[in-house]
């Protein structure tokens, strides 16, 4: 493939709800522009986009495919992304970096949640957008009830239709353009009709139509077709547009319009590039995708990259079409490609001249909310698994792999069922670690409430030296530190030079902890007296009795068990808040407020921390996908008496295991 300068370039991102056809569309784009001799299915498993074997197999985008096309002079870069919850920080990426998405609904299920969602975020980025009615050939779809719903559920939209669909369901045909030559008779009113809807919402784009049209002077149609473009560019109408993929219908027409009216990239003065997404593959490394925004960069050559403030050197750059590699010597300010290799640059990061630096804005991904505990299922590969896991972090910055040193577990988020079990693919078949994963362990505390003396003394004597160490405590609670020791010693009754090893006793006794294995906290330890022997006592000896004084004193000092508290804020449309604030109060959380946060509610709470292990799962449903939540540690709890004895002899078990 050719490179292409700046003003014959087009970057759209194809978005939408899954199986609204976006892969489809973008396949018979490939084919009616002659980049392929035929129109992979989505369902052989055979298309240029989805190409991961985890596509193949699900019938699903899980990653962003890049898609360039080329049409009359014209490259169109397609940034075809995944239409699952899921894999929404892949949406979150390829919008970054285009200048039009392109939101694909069905023609019989219309605006779902997950378009909705993005609307939200084009919306954000002020993002000029296309509307593609897709499978207007389906029983039951109907271009009329989704145009009705795009304008109920986006008010603030101007839509304007730019074709009319001919016929219906089995019946359809095809599609005319309002544009075109020869209008059949029976037509005619609607296309007037349209184009004076055209008129309306466009003709602010430009000072001297809007003159024309408010003094009622006619446009001619080269007029409203550059104010239809003015105006795309400046977000201010929804062009609509029609077709079915499947039967080849409307698409021709939507890459001509593509190509004649999203507007080319604006380049930047200084050299300087975004990478937007990465991927891990075990035999090519890590390929890096990048999108120029100023400036050209070439292969074989160095560039800085400025985020994390390191020189990197750059191989063969290549287009990607799919899988399929396609060498190329520059990649020129707007356009999008590859390179292999770069050992420190991350997604996110700006890559530029080291003598005249640049920093892009980033992009801010979803924290991951949904957590397991993962393991090798063959001992022994747990340098592997971490090995391979850290690769997979890099490719995905919406999963976290974390160690947690108290419960011995590697914590593995992201952000839904589908996502982690996807991993746990890639996981076997690109790395070779199998994995067993579970809900994680909660680190639970214990402490006391109850200040208790106690003797502890440890006599040994078996022939030669004995053992002698004996020791009285003082321990009681301690809210202002976790682990205190002090002495209260007076005439050498227990020598100093044994006070380390006593101090270290009550360490490892309060690690182990008294009711369920897990560490006591805000504990204070007095040693106030004891004995020695001049012979038999020793370091060792003092160091067992003073973890057995420990055992008894937690027994008689009403040991407790303590839980991590979480503070939750859950953001939700305000139809959901009745539903998720009756989740929460089941979950024996304590609501402490709601205000609003733009078109959403904004509800804290705190929750203890293992009632939130697949709050990630409820909340989707609950809100049909629409609430998103953040959790922070705040501290440790009592455990309610009424749940603590069952949760201990269930934690008890669980150690055992």
């Known amino acids: 493939m050719k490179s292409y300068d700046t003003k014959s370039i087009r970057n759209v991102c194809f978005v939408g709800h899954g199986g609204s056809g976006k892969t489809s569309l973008a396949e018979t784009m490939l084919f009616n522009s002659g980049a392929t001799n035929r129109i992979g299915k989505v369902t052989d498993g055979n298309t240029v986009s989805d190409y991961l074997q985890e596509e193949i197999q699900r019938h699903i985008s899980i990653s962003t495919s890049l898609i360039p096309i080329e049409h009359n002079g014209i490259k169109v870069n397609i940034l075809d992304t995944p239409g699952y919850s899921d894999f929404i920080g892949e949406v979150i990426s390829a919008l970054r970096v285009v200048e039009c998405g392109v939101l694909v609904l069905c023609g019989v299920g219309g605006v779902e949640v997950q378009a909705e969602i993005i609307w939200d975020m084009m919306d954000e980025k002020q993002l000029p957008r296309i509307v593609y009615i897709n499978k207007l050939d389906r029983e039951n779809s109907s271009a009329e009830k989704v145009m009705d719903q795009l304008k109920s559920v986006f008010p603030n939209a101007r839509f304007v239709q ?3 669909p001919l016929g219906k369901e089995e019946s359809f045909e095809g599609v005319l353009d309002i544009f075109q030559s020869n209008i059949p008779d029976q037509y005619k009113d609607n296309v007037a ?3 004076e809807s055209l008129t309306e919402a466009a003709a602010e784009a430009d000072d001297d139509v809007l003159m024309k049209y408010l003094e009622g002077e006619p446009l001619t149609d080269n007029e409203l077709k550059e104010i239809t473009k003015k105006a795309l560019a400046q977000n201010m109408i929804v062009p609509v547009l029609f077709g079915s993929t499947e039967k080849n219908i409307g698409v021709k027409e939507l890459i001509q319009f593509i190509a004649e009216n999203v507007p080319a990239p604006t380049p930047l003065e200084n050299k300087a590039a975004l990478v937007f997404k990465t991927l891990a593959d075990p035999y090519l490394g890590k390929m890096t995708f990048f999108r120029v925004y100023g400036g050209t960069f070439t292969g074989d ?12 050197k750059f191989g063969q750059v290549f287009y990607l079409r799919g899988k399929n590699q396609d060498n190329t010597s520059n990649v020129q300010a707007g356009d ?22 640049v920093v892009l804005e980033g992009i801010k991904f979803p924290s991951p909310c949904l957590p397991v505990a993962v393991k090798p299922k063959s001992k022994g590969d747990e340098d592997k698994l971490g090995a391979a896991l850290s690769r997979l972090v890099d490719e995905d910055p919406t999963i976290s792999v974390s160690k947690n040193i108290e419960t ?16 746990g693919e890639k996981l076997a078949r690109k790395f070779g670690v199998a994995v067993e994963t579970s809900i994680p362990k909660v680190p639970y505390r214990e402490t006391i409430k109850k200040t208790v003396q106690v003797e502890g003394k440890h006599k040994k004597q078996s022939g030669g030296h004995g053992q002698y160490g004996h020791v009285w405590i003082r321990m009681g609670p301690n809210p202002d530190s976790e682990f205190e020791f002090t002495e209260e010693i007076f005439g050498g009754a227990v020598p100093k030079n044994f006070f380390p090893a006593i101090e270290k006793g009550l360490r490892e006794a309060v690690a182990e902890g008294f009711l369920a294995g897990y560490p006591m906290t805000n504990v204070k330890f007095t040693l106030y007296d004891g004995s020695y022997h001049s012979v038999d006592s020793s370091e060792m000896a003092f160091k067992l009795a003073a973890i057995l004084a420990f055992k008894k004193g937690a027994e008689q000092a009403n040991p407790v068990l303590l839980e991590p508290i979480v503070e939750v804020e859950v953001r939700v449309p305000e139809a959901f808040m009745g539903d ?15 205000e609003p946060d733009g078109k959403l509610q904004v509800i804290k709470a705190q929750v ?6 697949r709050y990630a799962i409820d909340l989707k449903a609950m809100t049909q996908g629409r609430g998103t939540f953040s959790t922070k540690f705040i501290g440790y709890e009592e455990v309610p008496a009424r749940l603590a004895e069952a949760l201990v002899a269930q934690l008890k078990a669980q150690q055992q295991e």
């Not at 011995?408 to 991993?423: N, R, W």
């Open 408 to 423: 011995k577990q590697t914590i593995l988020s992201g952000l839904g069922e589908m996502q982690l079990d996807i991993i």
């Open 301 to 312: 050559s160095v560039v800085y990259n400025s985020t994390r403030e390191v020189e990197e």
């Open 580 to 594: 998720v604030i009756g989740d929460l109060n089941s979950k024996r959380g304590r609501v402490l407020g709601m």
């Open 193 to 195: 009709m349209l184009k």
């Open 608 to 613: 203890p921390q293992s009632e939130m292990m």
């Open 162 to 164: 730019m074709q009319i």
């Open 336 to 357: 999008i490609a590859v390179v292999a290799k770069l050992q420190e640059t991350k997604t996110g990061d700006t890559l530029c001249a080291k003598d005249k630096p």
